[in-house]
């Protein structure tokens, strides 16, 4: 039996396997994808519900198996901003942002490699993405609202791991902060699917008819180049 696929609303892509040797269901993380293998004896909806209730699990091992370790050499940039991090005399973890570059100065007697000094580099790299966002989506959604013609009633920035934006009933839009890390054309077809959505709430033909008429027809390439992308670091 062919591997059939499921779209969870918090762990994203799932590739299921139905399989006639397995005693029991499992998941399976692989290269940043999650497998869920179901006996064939039992129905699919029962795998799905295992799933769903291991869904703090498998997000927290998939940022586990991405993590991005920063140091001096790491290579780091978001759409408005490159990192760059050196040892310092400081007692303490400094950050400094500007135009095009945040400086983080990591004090030289610590282990940079470590979870605290890992942790502290996080920090400031996503308070530095969050104050960025802040800065930018909302006048870009604006934007675009203005452009297309599309009407909503407010807009929020979030830390959210789990989705890159979202569009409620009333009409307001939460955006993730690490929309930062992606290219501009990605960022944007984020904000025009969010925007779509207070017209169609659901991603039915006419929601995607809608997306194609404010992407030039490239919202199936866009949003297969989206799903290369994660919501952490």
């Given at each position: 039996?062919?591997?059939?696929?499921?779209?969870?609303?918090?762990?994203?892509?799932?590739?299921?396997?139905?399989?006639?040797?397995?005693?029991?269901?499992?998941?399976?993380?692989?290269?940043?994808?999650?497998?869920?293998?179901?006996?064939?004896?039992?129905?699919?909806?029962?795998?799905?519900?295992?799933?769903?209730?291991?869904?703090?699990?498998?997000?927290?091992?998939?940022?586990?198996?991405?993590?991005?370790?920063?140091?001096?050499?790491?290579?780091?940039?978001?759409?408005?901003?490159?990192?760059?991090?050196?040892?310092?005399?400081?007692?303490?973890?400094?950050?400094?942002?500007?135009?095009?570059?945040?400086?983080?100065?990591?004090?030289q007697q610590l282990d940079i490699r470590s979870e605290n000094?890992?942790?502290?580099?996080?920090?400031?790299?996503?308070?530095?993405?969050?104050?960025?966002?802040?800065?930018?989506?909302?006048?870009?959604?604006?934007?675009?609202?203005?452009?297309?013609?599309?009407?909503?009633?407010?807009?929020?920035?979030?830390?959210?791991?789990?989705?890159?934006?979202?569009?409620?009933?009333?009409?307001?839009?939460?955006?993730?902060?690490?929309?930062?890390?992606?290219?501009?054309?990605?960022?944007?077809?984020?904000?025009?699917?969010?925007?779509?959505?207070?017209?169609?709430?659901?991603?039915?033909?006419?929601?995607?008819?809608?997306?194609?008429?404010?992407?030039?027809?490239?919202?199936?390439?866009?949003?297969?180049?989206?799903?290369?992308?994660?919501?952490?670091?």
């Amino acid at each position: 039996m062919e591997d059939v696929f499921y779209e969870d609303e918090v762990v994203g892509h799932v590739r299921i396997r139905r399989s006639g040797k397995a005693n029991r269901i499992a998941i399976k993380l692989k290269e940043g994808k999650v497998i869920l293998t179901v006996p064939q004896k039992l129905q699919t909806e029962e795998g799905i519900r295992f799933l769903q209730s291991k869904r703090n699990w498998i997000l927290a091992h998939l940022k586990k198996q991405d993590a991005v370790i920063f140091d001096e050499n790491t290579i780091f940039r978001t759409i408005t901003f490159e990192l760059k991090i050196m040892r310092s005399e400081l007692s303490s973890f400094h950050f400094k942002l500007t135009p095009n570059l945040l400086t983080v100065l990591c004090p030289q007697q610590l282990d940079i490699r470590s979870e605290n000094s890992q942790a502290a580099i996080r920090m400031g790299i996503e308070r530095a993405m969050r104050m960025e966002a802040k800065r930018i989506l909302p006048k870009r959604l604006a934007f675009f609202a203005e452009k297309y013609q599309f009407a909503y009633s407010d807009v929020n920035i979030r830390s959210s791991k789990t989705r890159w934006g979202s569009c409620s009933s009333a009409g307001n839009i939460s955006l993730s902060y690490f929309l930062m890390t992606l290219p501009g054309e990605l960022i944007d077809y984020v904000l025009l699917h969010e925007l779509c959505h207070t017209k169609e709430m659901n991603h039915s033909n006419r929601f995607w008819k809608l997306m194609d008429s404010v992407t030039d027809n490239k919202s199936k390439k866009l949003r297969a180049e989206l799903k290369k992308y994660k919501t952490f670091i």
